[in-house]
């Protein structure tokens, strides 16, 4: 679980991606950057790279927690 949170809080944007949708819920990509005020080139890395780490899933053209997901939100918000 530490490795994980590590990739994690390594990048601001990667936390910030998991607590909008842990907050707010599913989100299409469009609508993540748009919230956290990033552009989209960027945002479809990070998600990228979160969707190899089975951190967030698309369903149906919008992003999601996993469980492993929920899991690494918790943890970094309990340290």
């Known amino acids: 679980m530490e490795d994980i949170a590590g990739f994690v ?15 707010k819920g599913p989100m299409d990509a469009k609508r993540i950057a748009k919230t956290l005020r990033c552009i989209p080139v960027t945002m479809d890395k990070v998600i990228s790279e979160m969707e190899d780490n089975k951190l967030i899933a698309n369903a ?8 492993e997901g929920k899991a690494v939100i918790n943890f970094i918000h309990s340290v």
């Open 60 to 67: 149906g053209g919008k992003y999601d927690l996993t469980s």
């Open 9 to 23: 809080n390594g990048n601001n944007m990667r936390r910030n991606v998991l607590d909008v949708l842990n907050s």
